[in-house]
């Protein structure tokens, strides 16, 4: 059974950055893609990013583009999403999903994920 466990939340302030990592056990990442998800008070869950099994093919929502990055260290079992510029729109609990495919497919429905972690805050307040 695929286990996921983030880390890197935390307070910041506007225009500063932080990394959340996605810590995997119970089995290898290299046959899940793997995807970022965020939940806002108040407001559903929405997606941030993608990252397909071998990293070939990334996807961003707009929210995310030109601030966010993804990557993956499948030699150790890692998730990592790079967030610059953040700013108070950016504040929920992120959560990482694994899909139990190689590929990200269309869109970001909750439903194609097979296995979540329990999420991590991030908080940006000045």
């Known amino acids: 059974q695929l286990r996921l466990v983030e880390s890197g939340g935390g307070l910041v302030q506007p225009g500063e950055s932080l990394r959340l990592s996605c810590a995997a056990s119970?089995?290898?990442?290299?046959?899940?893609?793997i995807g970022w998800f965020r939940q806002a008070p108040g407001k559903e869950r929405e997606g941030v990013s993608c990252i397909s099994s071998g990293g070939s093919t990334i996807k961003y929502t707009d929210s995310a583009k030109g601030r966010f990055t993804i990557s993956r260290d499948n030699t150790k079992n890692m998730v990592f999403l790079q967030m610059n510029s953040l700013n108070a729109e950016d504040t929920a609990v992120y959560y990482c999903a694994a899909r139990s495919v190689t590929t990200c497919g269309i869109g970001f429905s909750e439903l194609r994920y097979n296995y979540w972690g329990q999420g991590t805050q991030v908080t940006v307040s000045s």
């Open positions: 119970g089995s290898t990442l290299d046959s899940y893609a």
